[in-house]
């Protein structure tokens, strides 16, 4: 997971926030954690508690010359402020892209068996938006377990517009992403990017989890999954993100066989990638001509795990 920190005049020790994206689709602990103050470069929009999460939202300078955040929503979650949505509501045409690893998540529709995606962790729907700017025959579920944070994503987000504008190709469900339910034939395929208390959802680094998911999607589909990284700042001791993104990619590979897991690193985020590798020139470069010119820098960063 990219570091994404803009700098500030007094630097926040060990401080997540402007890293993207660590979606919450799980409860909080019990326990309340601190809550870090936010650098001078964001503008507080909105704070709401809700029974799974402390959501922020904030601007971030258009003034902070150079980043590629700058003048970006940024939706925040858990005490560090994790970044799990980004929106570029200033762009001309409201450019969808985000600078950060939605974007590669926005290369896998053209290597599915049908156009139907699964995204669990939809947040404010960052990923959603740039799936349906560039593949209008696709069709997206997204499942979401916190109300509040769709509420917000709706408020300061424009997903009630994403939603009245692909009413019929986007359907967003409340409710725990692991109980997600496929339709007949399963999914094409499904982008996994599930957090709890700022560290990879601890299913997440069991077999079993990957392979009731993988049973969701057609032959041949795939998954793209967000196994964070070092720059991860968990809420819970014990929840190191260098630690837990192996344990991850362990058990992804447990579940789905030897050379069945690809990775890449983008500014730090880890993403994987199920099914055969594609690495061969003549798949890469079918791969790539199915994709738009600007997402098709990301085919050459795979690599097998």
């Given amino acids: 997971m990219t570091t994404m920190a803009l700098p500030a005049p007094n630097p926040l020790p060990s401080s997540a926030i402007l890293r993207p994206r660590c979606t919450t689709v799980a409860a909080a602990a019990a326990r309340t954690p601190a809550v870090q103050p936010l650098p001078d470069e964001l503008q507080l929009v909105a704070d709401v508690r809700s029974l799974h ?60 068996p049908r156009p139907s995606l699964a995204v669990l962790g939809f947040g404010a729907g960052s990923a959603a938006r740039v799936l349906l700017h560039f593949y209008p025959d696709l069709s997206v579920h997204g499942w979401e377990l916190d109300p509040a944070v769709l509420a917000v994503a709706r408020d300061f987000f424009g997903l009630a517009e994403l939603e009245r504008d692909h009413a019929a190709r986007l359907f967003v469900h409340i409710g725990d992403a692991l109980e997600a339910e496929a339709p007949p034939g399963g999914f094409g395929g499904a982008l996994v990017d599930l957090f709890a208390n700022g560290s990879v959802l601890p299913e997440l680094q069991e077999v079993d989890t990957w392979r009731r998911l993988g049973g969701m999607m057609a032959p041949g589909g795939r998954m793209m999954v967000n196994c964070g990284g070092g720059c991860v700042e968990a809420e819970e001791e014990g929840r190191e993100g260098e630690a837990v993104k192996d344990a991850t990619l362990r058990a992804m590979a447990t579940a789905f066989g030897k050379g069945m897991v690809s990775v890449m690193d983008v500014d730090e985020s880890w993403v994987a990638m199920t099914g055969p590798p594609v690495t061969a020139p003549d798949e890469a470069a079918a791969w790539n001509a199915r994709l738009p010119p600007e997402l098709r820098h990301f085919v050459d960063l795979w690599r097998p795990y």
Avoid at 80 to 100: K, W
């Fill in 53 to 112: 999460n402390h959501i922020r939202v904030a601007d971030v300078s258009p003034r902070a010359a150079g980043h590629p955040l700058a003048g970006a929503r940024l939706l925040l979650l858990d005490g560090p402020g994790n970044i799990h949505s980004v929106s570029f509501p200033r762009r001309a045409h409201h450019c969808p892209l985000t600078a950060t690893y939605f974007d590669a998540f926005a290369t896998l529709p053209p290597l599915l």
